[in-house]
């Protein structure tokens, strides 16, 4: 599976941004995919992730009730629909797959990533 991001820019503090992460392949709607971010000087962290059928979702404190993460099979593509953005969401975001819905957080799991598209939160 390949993944490319989209979406990311420039937003101020409040706003929105919806990123979106396509992939290729006939085996997308077989995968868990994630959102994972890294902000400078900073480890990667999870950020969402949606079970393959689109059923299930979850999130880390930092986000909850701000993000959700969404997905379309037919189109190949998950979504991340960011809402009242901080500074501190200031970061390079990445898609991402995997198999299985165990230990999300353990970003050494995931098989594919995306490339990864910056956010930038102005305060």
């Known amino acids: 599976v390949q993944l490319q991001a989209s979406g990311g820019g420039l937003v101020q503090a409040g706003g929105s941004l919806r990123l979106s992460c396509a992939a290729s392949g006939r085996t997308f709607s077989s995968y868990v995919m994630a959102w994972i971010r890294q902000a400078p000087g900073k480890e990667r962290e999870f950020v969402a992730a949606i079970t393959s059928g689109g059923g299930s979702t979850v999130y880390p404190d930092s986000v909850k009730g701000r993000f959700t993460i969404s997905r379309d099979n037919a189109k190949n593509t998950v979504y991340l629909q960011m809402n009242s953005l901080k500074p501190e969401d200031t970061a390079v975001y990445y898609c991402?797959?995997?198999?299985?819905?165990?230990?999300?957080?353990?970003?050494?799991?995931?098989?594919?990533w995306g490339q990864g598209t910056l956010v930038t939160v102005s305060s």
């Open positions: 991402a797959a995997r198999s299985s819905w165990y230990r999300l957080h353990d970003l050494r799991s995931y098989d594919y």
